[in-house]
């Protein structure tokens, strides 16, 4: 008989390694995430340029739902956000009586997402109608942005057919028949979640791209309707109920010129399914949440909007707000990133110190940092001038802005949700964290909308170009250098110099076909320049009341990181740089005295 070998008693020193109670303790060493805090409360550069920026009366009654938004966004919202997220819609061919009768299963965070963004905020309807959150007008159109900017570093997904209603009952107030208002209009802005209609975009085809003009989709007239043919290759929100879209009426020119801009129902208002199928949902990289789909069109009907030849023109107006809404999105997934990593570095040790305190971290957390702010600067400034509707001087502000800040954003958003992965090491590259859906959700910005290219040329070829707006928007800028009393006179007159230096160089590439290679460098510079001064104007005035001047320190930032043109391989940031980026890395307020003094270093 073999001897039993002695029952192994785990020692000591293995429990204290092993153990259930050590595992736990080890976790203490890794970083948290933003979960239950209140993104409204902690962002201070939001709530600083809100008191700027926003009607005092508006803002005070704005402020618990901001608040309320902000615990959501840090807790219920963020969770339900990454359920949707793992759960990605489903696309249903049949019903199970074999009929044609497809339908798009999405999991009930994805609704309950909605619910709190249309039923409960009513982010669709407040630009539009009065009584939203209890406010007795329209809401400006910076109010609407601030939702959604709090909204986005939570959720992205739902945004996007938040605006598409938002933007298609717009459409449909501005160019759609009485007949259309009265059977749809009111529906697609209430907050009645049983009785919601919502709006949905079908515009590419496999031909065009962003080259909409050369679209195929073919309409047929039949009585009062038309009868569409053909398909759509990227369509937003493609359980929508009801969907703008442009196609070319039977016997129309070519290009722009010849498509009408048309409003098609999901359902007929006899109730019958309007005659179109969702073939396939795409397999996206990022805002898997919402379902995007390829639809073909067999006779389905709908109503024009407007006049037939000015579809695409028409079109653009829906497009302008909708680049809008991926600038702020972009602005709050940054904060999101930059809330991250500020995290991270401030509760990891590494080396012997916090991760805050390596001054290479510190320098990645100020880019993060600056990108951030500019993000939400320039959204503060198009969200004011768009509410200046009848103001034509306005209107051409919006109109080099909008196409400007939408490709910097969003490129920017790319950088500082990639670096915000890094700041948080391997577990940024895991799921189980907020870093991997931010970086997934990041990269649509630069797509949707058009590319980097196409906004860079719409800047420089046509805002440029065609329309000057660019002495308009370099007029508003010097006035508010010229009103801000808190700017040190030398810093002034460098904002004023690289002012008018990238409004030049913006023209001559404009002017000069051969130089368009240069469109985008010349939009980005455009970019820096506008968020420098507007960051000095809002940092003196801060810190002329008493608050904090931080941002004088971040428009210098701007000038030296991102327009600077020291080459790569010198030595940049003098003597004044470890303080200042001390000073924007601290909670503490910095007083205008102080802001000036780093500035003159």
């Known amino acids: 008989m073999n001897e039993m070998s002695p029952i192994s008693v785990p020692s000591a020193t293995n429990a204290r390694l092993a153990g259930r109670d050590a595992v736990a303790r080890r976790s203490q060493h890794l970083a948290p995430d933003c979960s239950g805090l209140n993104f409204y409360e902690i962002d201070r550069s939001l709530r600083d340029l809100l008191a700027l920026y926003m009607d005092a009366d508006l803002l005070r009654h704005l402020g618990p739902h901001l608040t309320r938004l902000g615990v959501l966004a840090g807790g219920r919202l963020n969770d339900l956000a990454d359920l949707a997220d793992k759960h990605p819609p489903r696309l249903h061919y049949r019903d199970r009586f074999g009929r044609d009768e497809e339908w798009i299963e999405v999991h009930p965070a994805y609704d309950e997402i909605k619910r709190i963004a249309f039923g409960e905020f009513g982010m669709h309807a407040m630009a539009h109608q009065p009584g939203v959150l209890g406010w007795p007008d329209r809401m400006p159109p910076l109010a609407k942005q601030a939702f959604f900017y709090l909204f986005s570093q939570a959720e992205f997904g739902v945004l996007c057919p938040v605006n598409l209603t938002d933007c298609t009952s717009d459409l449909l107030e501005r160019y759609g028949s009485s007949e259309l208002k009265d059977r749809y209009l009111d529906r697609m802005r209430t907050q009645d979640m049983d009785a919601l209609l919502y709006g949905a975009q ?16 073919t309409a047929v007239r039949d009585g009062d309707g038309w009868r569409l043919y053909g398909e759509k290759w990227f369509c937003s929100n493609a359980d929508g109920d009801i969907a703008v879209l442009l196609a070319r009426p039977e016997g129309a020119p070519a290009g722009g010129r010849g498509l009408g801009l048309f409003l098609m129902p999901r359902t007929l208002p006899d109730g019958s399914r309007n005659n179109y199928r969702i073939v396939r949902l795409k397999d996206k990289l990022g ?44 602005a709050g997934m940054m904060r999101r990133c930059l809330n991250e990593s500020l995290q991270v570095a401030r509760h990891r040790k590494a080396f012997g110190k916090r991760v805050v305190d390596h001054p290479l971290m510190r320098r990645q957390l100020l880019k993060m940092l600056i990108k951030t702010e500019q993000s939400l600067s320039v959204m503060m400034l198009i969200s004011v001038m768009m509410a200046r509707s009848d103001d034509p001087v306005a209107a051409k502000i919006v109109r080099i802005l909008t196409p400007i800040a939408k490709y910097r954003a969003s490129r920017d958003n790319i950088a500082v949700a990639t670096a915000a992965m890094e700041a948080r090491g391997g577990n ?14 990041a990269h649509l910005g630069v797509i949707w909308d058009g590319t980097s290219s196409v906004n860079a040329l719409d800047v420089i070829q046509r805002a440029v170009g065609k329309e000057r707006a660019h002495r308009q928007l370099g007029d508003a800028l010097s006035e508010r250098l010229a009103d801000a009393r808190g700017i040190p006179g030398q810093f002034r007159t460098r904002l004023e110099r690289t002012l008018a230096q ?41 810190g002329e009341a008493g608050g904090d001047a931080r941002r004088l320190l971040m428009a210098r930032f701007v000038l030296e990181h991102r327009l600077s043109e020291t080459p790569k391989l010198a030595f940049d940031g003098g003597d004044w740089e470890e303080p200042a980026i001390s000073a924007l890395l601290d909670d503490a307020i910095v007083p205008l005295d102080k802001a000036i003094e780093l500035l003159a270093g």
């Open 202 to 217: 079908f515009m590419t085809e496999k031909i065009g791209g962003s080259d909409a003009g050369a679209a195929e989709l």
């Open 287 to 330: 805002s898997k949440s919402m379902p995007s789909g390829e639809i073909i069109f067999d006779g389905a009907m709908a109503w024009p909007l407007g006049a037939l030849d000015r579809g695409l023109k028409q079109m653009l107006e829906m497009v302008n707000p909708s680049r809008v809404s991926h600038l702020t999105r972009a």
């Open 428 to 441: 940024g590259y895991i799921e189980d964290w907020p870093n991997a859906r931010l970086v997934r959700d």
């Open 502 to 542: 990238a409004l030049s160089f913006a023209e001559q590439v404009a002017d000069a076909p051969e130089k368009e290679r240069f469109s985008r460098v010349a939009a980005s510079a455009l970019y820096h320049v506008t968020t420098a001064v507007l960051m000095a104007n809002e940092g003196a005035c801060l």
